[in-house]
Antibody, heavy 121, light 107 residues
Framework: EVQLVESGGGLVKPGGSLRLSCAAS????????MNWVRQAPGKGLEWVSS????????YYADSVKGRFTISRDNAKNSLYLQMNSLRAEDTAVYYC??????????????WGQGTLVTVSS | DIQMTQSPSSLSASVGDRVTITCRAS??????LAWYQQKPGKVPKLLIY???TLQSGVPSRFSGSGSGTDFTLTISSLQPEDVATYYC?????????FGQGTKVEIK
């Protein structure tokens, strides 16, 4: 059974930093591209970032480019999102999400339960 | 960047009704279009990809069509368990964008 478990969310002040983690199990993590998708309270879905299976290809939404860094450790079956210079508009539930194919398609077939990031003074 | 516009933003229909949701891309995206369902308090679920390919396990009352800039998601016979918000997603290239969502309720 595919499982994605996020951690690392919490309350942080504007300008602060936070590192999200996602522990993957139930599939060959090193073979799949992975994504972060967020959802502000009561709002729609927003794609944040994607990373290919070998970390060769990395993409970001314009809204986070230069502030967020996606990475992965295939030996640890883990995905990360380093978030710096956080703003109030970054407040959201952040989902770790698996690409439906080993190649990067950005189409998600499995989602974690999400971790809430709140940016507030 | 390509924008995705869904219509309507919300709808209310009776059980058994045929429901259609539209998604329009600001530029052509071929068939690189997916649909997701998000039930209240739950994580999103992939319904359809490549505009019309049903994800494994998704009931056949769901169908998708379209190519280029105009796409539709159809529920042939609305069921109570279909109450949810539906999102389209374009994925031909980064940046990926979602539509703003269509909330479906039972009348």
């Amino acid at each position: 059974e595919v499982q994605l478990v996020e951690s690392g969310g919490g309350l942080v002040k504007p300008g602060g930093s936070l590192r999200l983690s996602c522990a993957a199990s139930g599939f060959t993590f090193s073979s799949y591209s992975m994504n972060w998708v967020r959802q502000a309270p009561g709002k729609g879905l927003e794609w944040v970032s994607s990373i290919s299976s070998s970390s060769s290809y990395i993409y970001y939404a314009d809204s986070v480019k230069g502030r967020f860094t996606i990475s992965r450790d295939n030996a640890k079956n883990s995905l990360y999102l380093q978030m710096n210079s956080l703003r109030a508009e970054d407040t959201a539930v952040y989902y770790c999400a698996r690409d439906r194919r080993p190649v990067t398609t950005y189409v998600v077939d499995y989602w974690g339960q999400g971790t809430l990031v709140t940016v507030s003074s | 960047d390509i924008q995705m516009t869904q219509s309507p933003s919300s709808l209310s229909a009776s059980v058994g009704d045929r429901v259609t949701i539209t998604c329009r891309a600001s530029q052509g995206i071929s068939n690189y279009l997916a649909w997701y369902q998000q039930k209240p308090g739950k994580v999103p679920k992939l319904l359809i990809y490549a505009a019309s390919t049903l994800q494994s396990g998704v009931p056949s009352r769901f169908s998708g069509s379209g190519s280029g800039t105009d796409f539709t998601l159809t529920i042939s016979s609305l069921q109570p368990e279909d109450v949810a918000t539906y999102y389209c997603q374009k994925y031909n290239s980064a940046p990926v964008t979602f539509g703003q969502g269509t909330k479906v309720e039972i009348k």
